[in-house]
């Protein structure tokens, strides 16, 4: 059996240092392929997964954009008829005094029952607006949310890719059991 000596032993150490070296550097080039193929599949599935959404959302958009006019332009005659209703109303209302107490009280039954229509058209109104408004918050919803998901994930394989490919720091242990030793065997050289 060979002797070993301090220098045989120290180029034994530095040789396991070597090849440990070397397997972690395979192995982590071969995490960061593997982490770099994810993210580019993750960015093709979010890029048709957009592509598959825009046009629905355009859509959608289009579809609120030629109704807008149309709903306002509902909502102004109604509040026109409404007006016209109740000025009616009041009209038939002021003829009728002035006739019989009769006559009166059926005026008086006519401007409720315009008056409770007009409400009931004011509400049917405000609901389909409602209804609008809900699904347009829905869709935009529908849309972010898986987004915001991909992002976050592309956000959390960055950071892991990051932490792993940054170096790591010394280790200041080994360095102050090596100088302990130092100082109490006054014989012991410096390793090189």
Known sequence: MPKLDHDTLELL??????????????????VFISVHKAIKALSSQADDFRASAMPAINNTR?????????????AKNMAELSRSLKKNATEISQTIKEGTTQVSVSAV???????????????MV????????????????????????????LASVKAIVEVLGAPQPPRRNS?????SVDEHDPQSEPVI
Request: proline content about 3%; charged content about 20%; aromatic content about 2%.
């Open 13 to 30: 150490l530095i040789a396991v240092t070597a090849i440990c070296i070397l397997v972690q550097t395979v192995l982590l080039s071969v």
């Open 62 to 74: 289009e579809f609120l954009q030629r109704i807008a006019p149309k709903v306002e332009e509902t």
């Open 109 to 123: 039954e006519i401007a409720q029952r315009a008056n409770a229509q007009s409400s009931r058209i004011d509400s």
């Open 126 to 153: 405000t609901g389909a607006l409602d209804g609008l408004d809900h699904a347009a918050v829905f869709v935009v919803d529908a849309v972010n949310k898986p987004i915001r998901q991909i992002s976050g994930l």
């Open 175 to 179: 360095q102050r059991a090596s100088q």
